[in-house]
């Protein structure tokens, strides 16, 4: 059974630092590209950040551009999200979603950040 | 970037009725095209993939259509565990863009 776990959210303050995890099992992780999707609270969702299964390719939303820094490491089936220079605005359920071969089909549970002074 | 307008945002419905939900692309996709259902509190689950491709486990009430830049998902007989908020999602460029949403509730 495939499963993505996220960890790491919490309350940060404006300017502050945090770094999310996403644990993967029940699939073959170094094969798939990865995703962060997050969602503001009572909002839609937003595409934030790919990369592929090799870490060749990286691609972020405008939006988190030279803030965030997405990784992986296929060794421990992990994805995460460094996330720098955190505004008010970056508030949301991050969610780690798998790539499949008709794009994403598997998400986590999400974890919550907040950023607020 | 690839717009997505997903209309209507929101709609008011009643057990057994025929529900239509559109996306339109700003320019063409293919079929690069999924719906994902999300219920308070929840991930986000796709029900159709490939834009008219149901998705293993889903009831077959749900049904998608259409290619290029407009599409189109349907319920063709509402349940009660069927109210919740639908998105579309392009992923046919690397910068994904999902529809608006659309709330379904119960009349």
């Known amino acids: 059974e495939v499963q993505l776990v996220e960890s790491g959210g919490g309350l940060v303050k404006p300017g502050g630092s945090l770094r999310l995890s996403c644990a993967a099992s029940g699939f073959t992780f170094s094969s798939y590209s990865m995703n962060w999707v997050r969602q503001a609270p009572g909002k839609g969702l937003e595409w934030v950040s790919s990369?592929?299964?090799?870490?060749?390719?990286?691609y972020y939303a405008d939006s988190v551009k030279g803030r965030f820094t997405i990784s992986r490491d296929n060794a421990k089936n992990s994805l995460y999200l460094q996330m720098n220079s955190l505004r008010a605005e970056d508030t949301a359920v991050y969610y780690c979603a798998r790539t499949g071969r008709w794009g994403p089909d598997y998400w986590g549970q999400g974890t919550l950040v907040t950023v607020s002074s | 970037d690839i717009q997505m307008t997903q209309s209507p945002s929101s709609l008011s419905a009643s057990v057994g009725d025929r529900v239509t939900i559109t996306c339109r692309a700003s320019q063409g996709i293919r079929n690069d095209l999924g719906w994902y259902q999300q219920k308070p509190g929840k991930a986000p689950k796709r029900l159709i993939y490939?834009?008219?491709s149901l998705q293993s486990g889903v009831p077959s009430r749900f049904s998608g259509s259409g290619s290029g830049t407009e599409f189109t998902l349907t319920i063709s007989s509402l349940q009660p565990e069927d109210f919740a908020t639908y998105y579309c999602l392009q992923h046919n460029s690397y910068a994904w863009t999902f529809g608006q949403g659309t709330k379904v509730e119960i009349k």
């Open positions: 490939a834009a008219s």
């Open positions: 990369i592929s299964s090799s870490s060749s390719y990286i």
